[in-house]
C-alpha cells in the first residue's frame, strides 16, 4: 500500500502532510479527505503497526473516568507490589518517569478528576456520533459488533467501590445495568463462580479486529485519492507558505499544513515546536487465542486485574495491563503470560495454547485526555495524539476536529481541555 521512500519530488504540491498513519493519522485524514483536502500520509512503517494494530478493540464510549483518580492512587501500591500485576513500573525507569508520576497524582485530585471526567465524556458523545458516521460511510457495519460490554466484580465489595463511577456515567447519560446470577450468566456463559456481580454496558462496541479496521479505512483513504508515503520525519518546521517536514533520508517534504498523529512518539516532535507535552507510554500486552479458544460472547472486563478478554475475528484476545517502561525497552511477555492464567482462572475451559503475544505503546497524558490543538510555532501544524487507552475509540472525534482546526473554524467542541499548551 505504501509507496517507496523518496525526496518531495514524487509528492508534487502537498496540501495536507499527516504523520503517523496509526488509526489517528487515518481517521484525521479521511475526514480532511470529506472535505475536499488532498491528504499524504505518512508512516516511517506500513500503516497501522503502532499501539492500533493490537488493541483491544473497542469502542469504550462509556470510559470517561481518568486514570488517575484518589480509588487509583489506593490501589496503586498494592498493584505496584506484584511486578506481573495490572501496574509496573521497571525500578531503572522510575528517575525518568517520576516527573510525570507527579502531575498524574496531581491530577488524581477530586477538582482535576472531575474536570477531565466532563470534556472526556462530551468527547465520546463527539466519538459515539462521528464513529457512527465513518462506520456508515466507509461501509464497515459489517466489522462493528454491537453486543455492549460486561464488567465482572469477584466481591460485593469491589462492585461497591465502583458505584461512584457508575453515578457518575449516570449524570452523563451513560446507560448500564448492574447484574447478578441468571441474567450474568446469560451474557456470559462459563464464567467462574467466583463472580458475584458485573455491570452490563449495552453502548460500547468492538471492532473485529483493529488492524483489519484501520487497514480497511487506509484503503478507503487510497481509493478516494489520497496517498500513503514511508518516510521517518525527524523535524516539523514553519516555512513561509507552510510546513517543512525534514526526513531521516536527507529529503524534505513541503506542505501548506501538517498534522502530527505519532501516538507514543509526538514528544519530541511538538519539543522542537516549542510545545513541551508530558508525554509518556503506558506499555499494554496482551495474547490473542485462536478462535474458538472459548464462546466468549461480548467484551470481558477485569477491572481489578487491569484487563480484558474480547472475540475477534482473529481469535480471542486476552489482554490489557500498564507498564511505565518508556519506548526503549524490550517486552517483558510474562505479563502477557500472567494475564492469561489469571484468564484460565475466570474462564474454565478457556484452551489457552496456540497464542500469539504482543506489546503496543499507548500514548498518554498524566489527565488521561489527548492532545488536540494547534502548535505553538504554527497554527499550520495541529496535534492529535496522546489518546491513551482510548485512540480506536476517539479516533473519528479526533478527525473530525482536526478537520476543524486545519480548516480554521471553530471546532464543533470546546477544546481547551485538550490543549497541547494546557500543562
Ligand atoms: C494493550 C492495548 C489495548 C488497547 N485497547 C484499546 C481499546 O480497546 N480501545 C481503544 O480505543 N484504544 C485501545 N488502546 C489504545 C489505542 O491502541 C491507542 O490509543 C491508539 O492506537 C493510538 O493510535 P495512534 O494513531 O495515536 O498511534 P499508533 O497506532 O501508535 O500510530 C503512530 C504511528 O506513527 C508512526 N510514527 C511515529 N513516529 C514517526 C515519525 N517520526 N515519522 C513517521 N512516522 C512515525 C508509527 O510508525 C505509527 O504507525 C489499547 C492499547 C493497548 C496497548
Same mark, same amino acid.
Given at each position: 500500500?505504501?509507496?517507496?521512500?523518496?525526496?518531495?519530488?514524487?509528492?508534487?504540491?502537498?496540501?495536507?502532510?499527516?504523520?503517523?498513519?496509526?488509526?489517528?493519522?487515518?481517521?484525521?485524514?479521511?475526514?480532511?479527505?470529506?472535505?475536499?483536502?488532498?491528504?499524504?500520509?505518512?508512516?516511517?512503517?506500513?500503516?497501522?503497526?503502532?499501539?492500533?494494530?493490537?488493541?483491544?478493540?473497542?469502542?469504550?464510549?462509556?470510559?470517561?473516568?481518568?486514570?488517575?483518580?484518589?480509588?487509583?492512587?489506593?490501589?496503586?501500591?498494592?498493584?505496584?507490589?506484584?511486578?506481573?500485576?495490572?501496574?509496573?513500573?521497571?525500578?531503572?525507569?522510575?528517575?525518568?518517569?517520576?516527573?510525570?508520576?507527579?502531575?498524574?497524582?496531581?491530577?488524581?485530585?477530586?477538582?482535576?478528576?472531575?474536570?477531565?471526567?466532563?470534556?472526556? @465524556?462530551?468527547?465520546?458523545?463527539? /466519538?459515539? %456520533?462521528?464513529? &457512527?458516521?465513518? +462506520? =456508515?460511510?466507509?461501509?464497515? #457495519? *459489517?466489522?462493528?459488533?454491537?453486543?455492549?460490554?460486561?464488567?465482572?466484580?469477584?466481591?460485593?465489595?469491589?462492585?461497591?467501590?465502583?458505584?461512584?463511577?457508575?453515578?457518575?456515567?449516570?449524570?452523563?447519560?451513560?446507560?448500564?445495568?448492574?447484574?447478578?446470577?441468571?441474567?450474568?450468566?446469560?451474557?456470559?456463559?462459563?464464567?467462574?463462580?467466583?463472580?458475584?456481580?458485573?455491570?452490563?454496558?449495552?453502548?460500547?462496541?468492538?471492532?473485529?479486529?483493529?488492524?483489519?479496521?484501520?487497514?480497511?479505512?487506509?484503503?478507503?483513504?487510497?481509493?478516494?485519492?489520497?496517498?500513503? @508515503?514511508?518516510?521517518?520525519?525527524? /523535524?516539523? %518546521?514553519?516555512? &513561509?507558505?507552510? +510546513? =517543512?517536514?525534514?526526513?531521516? #533520508? *536527507?529529503?524534505?517534504?513541503?506542505?501548506?499544513?501538517?498534522?502530527?498523529?505519532?501516538?507514543?512518539?509526538?514528544?519530541?516532535?511538538?519539543?522542537?515546536?516549542?510545545?513541551?507535552?508530558?508525554?509518556?507510554?503506558?506499555?499494554?500486552?496482551?495474547?490473542?487465542?485462536?478462535?474458538?479458544?472459548?464462546?466468549?460472547?461480548?467484551?470481558?472486563?477485569?477491572?481489578?486485574?487491569?484487563?480484558?478478554?474480547?472475540?475477534?475475528?482473529?481469535?480471542?484476545?486476552?489482554?490489557?495491563?500498564?507498564?511505565?517502561?518508556?519506548?526503549?525497552?524490550?517486552?517483558?511477555?510474562?505479563?502477557?503470560?500472567?494475564?492469561?492464567?489469571? /484468564?484460565?482462572?475466570?474462564?474454565?475451559?478457556?484452551?489457552?495454547?496456540?497464542?500469539?503475544?504482543?506489546?503496543?505503546?499507548?500514548?498518554?497524558?498524566?489527565?488521561?485526555?489527548?492532545?488536540?490543538?494547534?502548535?505553538?510555532?504554527?497554527?499550520?501544524?495541529?496535534?492529535?495524539?496522546?489518546?491513551?487507552?482510548?485512540?480506536?475509540?476517539?479516533?473519528?472525534?479526533?478527525?473530525?476536529?482536526?478537520?476543524?482546526?486545519?480548516?480554521?473554524?471553530?471546532?464543533?467542541?470546546?477544546?481547551?481541555?485538550?490543549?497541547?499548551?494546557?500543562?
Amino acid at each position: 500500500m505504501a509507496e517507496a521512500a523518496g525526496d518531495s519530488a514524487q509528492h508534487g504540491d502537498i496540501d495536507v502532510a499527516i504523520v503517523g498513519a496509526g488509526i489517528i493519522g487515518i481517521a484525521a485524514a479521511s475526514f480532511l479527505q470529506d472535505e475536499g483536502r488532498d491528504v499524504l500520509l505518512i508512516d516511517r512503517g506500513e500503516p497501522a503497526q503502532g499501539a492500533s494494530f493490537g488493541n483491544a478493540g473497542a469502542f469504550a464510549f462509556s470510559d470517561i473516568l481518568p486514570l488517575a483518580s484518589p480509588r487509583i492512587m489506593r490501589k496503586a501500591p498494592r498493584w505496584l507490589i506484584d511486578p506481573l500485576g495490572p501496574l509496573s513500573i521497571p525500578p531503572a525507569y522510575l528517575p525518568e518517569i517520576l516527573p510525570w508520576l507527579i502531575r498524574f497524582w496531581r491530577a488524581s485530585w477530586p477538582d482535576r478528576v472531575r474536570g477531565a471526567m466532563v470534556a472526556q @465524556a462530551a468527547l465520546m458523545r463527539l /466519538a459515539s %456520533r462521528e464513529m &457512527a458516521a465513518l +462506520v =456508515a460511510a466507509a461501509g464497515l #457495519d *459489517g466489522m462493528v459488533r454491537s453486543d455492549g460490554s460486561l464488567e465482572l466484580y469477584e466481591r460485593e465489595a469491589e462492585l461497591t467501590a465502583a458505584m461512584p463511577g457508575w453515578d457518575a456515567r449516570a449524570q452523563e447519560g451513560i446507560a448500564f445495568q448492574h447484574v447478578r446470577g441468571a441474567a450474568m450468566a446469560d451474557l456470559q456463559p462459563g464464567l467462574s463462580p467466583r463472580f458475584v456481580a458485573g455491570t452490563f454496558v449495552p453502548g460500547w462496541k468492538t471492532v473485529s479486529d483493529p488492524y483489519d479496521f484501520a487497514r480497511a479505512l487506509a484503503a478507503r483513504l487510497v481509493r478516494r485519492g489520497g496517498r500513503i @508515503a514511508r518516510h521517518e520525519v525527524a /523535524a516539523i %518546521r514553519p516555512v &513561509a507558505g507552510g +510546513v =517543512a517536514l525534514d526526513c531521516r #533520508d *536527507g529529503s524534505s517534504i513541503m506542505a501548506r499544513q501538517a498534522v502530527i498523529a505519532c501516538g507514543a512518539w509526538s514528544r519530541s516532535l511538538a519539543r522542537a515546536l516549542g510545545d513541551d507535552v508530558p508525554l509518556e507510554t503506558e506499555r499494554g500486552y496482551n495474547t490473542t487465542l485462536p478462535p474458538g479458544a472459548f464462546d466468549i460472547r461480548r467484551q470481558l472486563i477485569f477491572g481489578g486485574h487491569g484487563f480484558v478478554i474480547t472475540p475477534l475475528s482473529s481469535g480471542i484476545r486476552v489482554g490489557g495491563a500498564v507498564e511505565l517502561g518508556g519506548l526503549a525497552r524490550g517486552p517483558n511477555f510474562a505479563r502477557s503470560e500472567a494475564m492469561l492464567r489469571k /484468564a484460565a482462572g475466570f474462564l474454565p475451559g478457556l484452551k489457552t495454547d496456540g497464542g500469539r503475544q504482543w506489546m503496543g505503546f499507548r500514548p498518554s497524558l498524566p489527565d488521561s485526555l489527548p492532545v488536540i490543538g494547534a502548535s505553538r510555532a504554527s497554527a499550520d501544524i495541529v496535534y492529535a495524539f496522546g489518546h491513551g487507552h482510548l485512540g480506536l475509540t476517539q479516533s473519528a472525534a479526533t478527525g473530525r476536529l482536526v478537520a476543524d482546526l486545519v480548516a480554521g473554524r471553530a471546532p464543533v467542541l470546546d477544546i481547551a481541555r485538550f490543549s497541547p499548551q494546557r500543562f
